[in-house]
Structure formats: structure tokens, C-alpha cells
């Protein structure tokens, strides 16, 4: 039985908790506990994106249960794409009579990820079109980089206010040389490319884990891939992909998250599921602030005895210090001994979390792209939260802060985390709502 667009939508749309937009955050204490580590959001939307690649029916499992992963499973069902759910975190996704939409998705204005439906688009139908992109406020957010693959790769593109249209009549493979490595134009790069005539070579493309799950996924499915995980990627297009089944690799940035906050509490806690590997710059930044941390294949384990002391962070591409732990690693420097400091290399106005942080008494100033804080005691404020990763961050120092704070916006924090009350609850963290 086929559904129509519509009814398909509805079908997937029914799974992240309902989320307070007001929360109250009492002192926790050390937090303390074990704590499971759901698939990583930004490795979900891309292979989502890529599903559309294929002619037959994929599974997808480890998909966290938050808002962008629904959005992008609507979007999927909005093209005619088959969404059905199998248990919490398994979909299985039939792409075979999706389409490509004649106007611009209006869901695609509430998410970043949405501009892979570009590359994907391009790739399967020839035809890729979303609305304005969205996503957390950094300043600017330019798609340039996106621009310059398609169009090496034989596409033309209109612009405007309300839509970006990307098309080709056919897409040939090409040498495409990033002039700044950027995370989405590599995977719409790849997308695009993989099933392209001939071969593309990507240059100064990203190397996030999550590309390389990408490429793990396209390949499983019958891709040419080479090179996932460096710098210089090689694909070769294929004329046809078929679906196959396949699990997300773990959440680093929520792993890296919930060990910010024990260790801004002082407490101990395992993150469970989460790969080390991937998060070398933060434990040895928190190791050389004082936190004890074991490591083994699957699980990472943090004791803070004390109050950490401050230290430097410069962000960068992987395998540099994730952008996306930086505002938590701000609310440590600021419950911590000491000075601390953030040189942001990627977004370099991500710093709309100062501000907030402020409000509960932290030493905290920001000039151009770095933030340069003193430790000190935090107390408890009324906080509203500018986007997702900041969300993050004022919970962490909500519970290190003194007193009882209460967060305003906070449904940001439900794009990119499952659950994140539940899990911080189950370590002792006192949170209702508002
Ligand atoms: C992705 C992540 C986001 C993370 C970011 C950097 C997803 C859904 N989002 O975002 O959480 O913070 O990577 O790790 O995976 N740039 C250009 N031109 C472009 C594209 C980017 O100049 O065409 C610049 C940006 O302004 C920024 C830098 O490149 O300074 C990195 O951006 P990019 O890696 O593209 O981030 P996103 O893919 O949007």
C-alpha cells in the first residue's frame, strides 16, 4: 500500500518527547553514573540525505531520537520516500518512487542538514530544491563551498530569497578543491558525486567521523569510495545504489557533553557506547585540567575529584577541538580554578551563550573570536538559550551554579539531543519544568 506525501509525514512524526520550553535547575551536586550515548546527529542526517541515493529499501539503526531527525525523516516522507518505523531507533526507509518536489519543503527552513537534499536531489533525480536553510545563528553561514561542487560537477543553480535549486542533465565526475574545509559541502559534494559519470576527487574536504560513516554507508550500498577519513577523498560514480542495512556511529558531541558535566561538578560519570578515538582533544584538554579518564573500546569514564583547573582551547576541523563542545567547555572554564580561554577558528561569532553565562556571576569576556573567562563560583539566573550547543553549555553550568536558574528557550536543545533531561536526571541532575 502506497501513502500519499502527506499522510506519509504523519506516519513518521512521533517520537521525540514532548520538551518543556521552560526548565528549573536546582544544584546538583556531583553528578554521578552511567550514561547510554545515542547515534551521533550529525553522522544520522547525512546518510538520511543519502538513502534518497538508492533504489531499494534501507534500514537505518542507532538514529537518535531528536528533532532534526525527525525533521529529516518528514522531509524524506514529502518526497514520496516510504518512512516506517521499527522500534526506537530503527527506520526502515523505501526510497524507490520518491520524487523530486516540485517547490521548496517548508520544513527545510528549520535545519542546516536540510541543504543535503541538494547533493542527494542532484544525485538521484537530476534535480535538488529546498527552501531557506536553516539552523543555530553563528553569524553568517554560507553555502558557497556547496555552490562551487555542484557546479564543477555540471550543475546550474538559481538563488533566491525563498529557494535554492540546484540541477543538472547530467552530473560528470570533476577535481574539486575546497578553499575551506567545510563539513556539508563535503557531503553534498559526495552526494552529488556518487553517482556521477567518471571519477571526482575531492581536495581539503572534512574528515569528521561523520563523513566517514557517510562513506561507510554509500559504500555498504554499493558506492566507490576512497579515502574517508583524510583529506582527499576519491569517488567513482556508480549508475546504481541499492539499499542495504545500516547503524549510525555514536553521538561524540553528546558523549563529550556529559562528560563536561560531571566534570564541572565535580562528579564521575561513564558515558557508554560513545569511541573514544574520536574525542582525543577533549579528554587530553581534561586530563591536563585534572580530571581523571580511562578509556576502553566502548566507553569513556571521567572522576573530577576537585575543581579542574583552567586551560586553552583553539577550535578546529576534526581532528581539532570540535567547535560543537566548545560553549560546554566555556561553562567548565567558568565553574573552574582559574583562567581559562576559547579561540573559536570556526564559527567565530559562536558566542551568544556569554551573555548568560554572565547572569550567573561568571567571569566570562569576549574580543572578536576568543572568550577569556576566570573561574569563579557560579550562582543561579534566569537564562533564555540561544542555540543548540549553548543549550548545552547553560544546563552544565546550571547545575554547577549555586541556587535554583531557570532556562527559556529551551527547545533548542531537543534538535540535537535524546533526552537529554532524562539522562542527566538519571545522574542526579535536578531539572523540571518550568
Ligand atoms: C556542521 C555541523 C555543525 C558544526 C560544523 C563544524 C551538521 C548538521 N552540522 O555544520 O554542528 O558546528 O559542521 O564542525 O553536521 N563555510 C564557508 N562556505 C561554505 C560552507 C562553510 O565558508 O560553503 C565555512 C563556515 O562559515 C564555517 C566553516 O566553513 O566557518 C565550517 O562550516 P561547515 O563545516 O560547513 O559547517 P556545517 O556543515 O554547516
Same mark, same amino acid.
Given at each position: ?112 542538514? %536540510? ?9 538521484? #533525480?537530476?534535480?535538488? &530544491? ?5 539552523? &543555530? ?12 561542487? #555542484? ?6 543553480? !538559481? ?85 542495504? %542495512? ?23 560519570v561513564t558515558v557508554c557506547g ?26 569513556? %569514564? ?89 543549550g548545552a553549555a547553560l544546563l ?5 551554579? !549555586? ?7 529551551? %527547545? ?23
Open positions: 500500500m502506497r501513502y500519499t506525501n502527506e499522510k506519509n509525514r504523519g506516519r513518521c512524526a512521533c517520537r521525540v518527547e514532548l520538551f518543556m520550553e521552560k526548565l528549573i535547575v536546582r544544584p546538583s551536586g556531583p553528578l554521578y553514573g552511567r550514561v547510554g550515548i545515542s547515534g551521533s546527529k550529525n553522522a544520522a542526517l547525512p546518510i538520511l540525505a543519502a538513502v534518497l541515493l538508492c533504489e531499494s529499501p534501507c534500514i537505518i539503526g542507532n538514529l537518535p531520537a531528536i528533532r532534526d531527525v525527525e525533521l529529516a525523516l518528514s522531509i524524506l516522507a514529502g518526497m514520496g520516500a516510504q518512512v516506517e518505523r521499527i522500534d526506537r531507533a530503527t527506520y526502515r526507509i523505501d526510497p524507490t518512487h520518491a520524487a523530486p518536489p516540485g517547490a521548496p519543503d517548508p520544513l527545510s527552513g528549520r535545519m542546516r542538514a %536540510s541543504a543535503y537534499y541538494l547533493g542527494a536531489g542532484l544525485g538521484r #533525480f537530476g534535480r535538488g &530544491c529546498v527552501g531557506r536553510i536553516g539552523g &543555530c545563528d553563528f553569524g553568517g553561514r554560507p553555502i558557497d563551498q556547496h555552490l562551487k561542487a #555542484f557546479l564543477a560537477l555540471g550543475g546550474s543553480m !538559481e538563488v533566491s530569497e525563498e529557494a535554492i535549486t540546484v540541477q543538472a542533465a547530467a552530473l560528470r565526475g570533476a577535481m574539486i578543491e575546497f578553499d575551506t574545509v567545510s563539513v556539508g559541502a563535503t557531503v553534498n559534494a559526495i552526494l552529488a558525486a556518487t553517482r556521477a559519470e567518471g571519477e571526482t576527487v575531492l581536495k581539503n574536504a572534512a574528515s569528521e567521523p561523520h563523513i566517514a560513516d557517510l562513506v561507510a554507508f554509500l559504500n555498504r550500498c554499493g558506492a566507490d569510495i576512497r579515502g574517508a577519513g583524510t583529506s582527499t577523498l576519491h569517488i567513482r560514480g556508480v549508475k546504481h545504489l541499492r539499499g542495504c %542495512s545500516y547503524a549510525v556511529i555514536p553521538d561524540m558531541i553528546e558523549a563529550g557533553t556529559y562528560l563536561l558535566a560531571a566534570a564541572a561538578t565535580q562528579g564521575a560513545a569511541d573514544p578515538h574520536h574525542l582525543v582533544p577533549l579528554i587530553s584538554k581534561l586530563r591536563e585540567m585534572g580530571a581523571e579518564i580511562d578509556c576502553e573500546e566502548r566507553r569513556i %569514564s571521567l572522576f573530577a575529584a576537585k575543581r579542574l583547573r583552567g586551560a586553552s582551547v583553539i577550535t578546529g576541523p576534526y581532528p581539532g577541538f570540535p567547535t560543537d563542545l566548545q560553549p560546554q567547555m566555556a561553562a567548565l572554564f567558568c565553574a573552574a580554578e582559574g583562567r581559562g580561554l576559547v579561540e573559536e577558528r570556526v564559527w567565530r561569532q559562536r558566542f551568544r551563550y556569554a551573555i548568560e553565562l554572565q547572569k550567573m556571576g561568571a567571569a566570562i569576556t569576549v574580543r572578536e573570536n576568543t572568550a577569556y573567562v576566570r573561574g569563579t563560583c557560579l550562582h543561579g539566573a534566569e537564562i533564555s538559550v540561544p542555540d543548540l550547543r549553548a552544565i553550568a546550571a547545575c554547577a551554579a !549555586e541556587g535554583e536558574s531557570t532556562l527559556s528557550d529551551t %527547545s533548542y536543545i531537543e534538535r540535537g539531543y535524546e533526552d537529554i533531561i532524562g539522562k542527566l536526571r538519571a545522574i542526579g541532575a535536578d531539572i523540571s519544568a518550568g
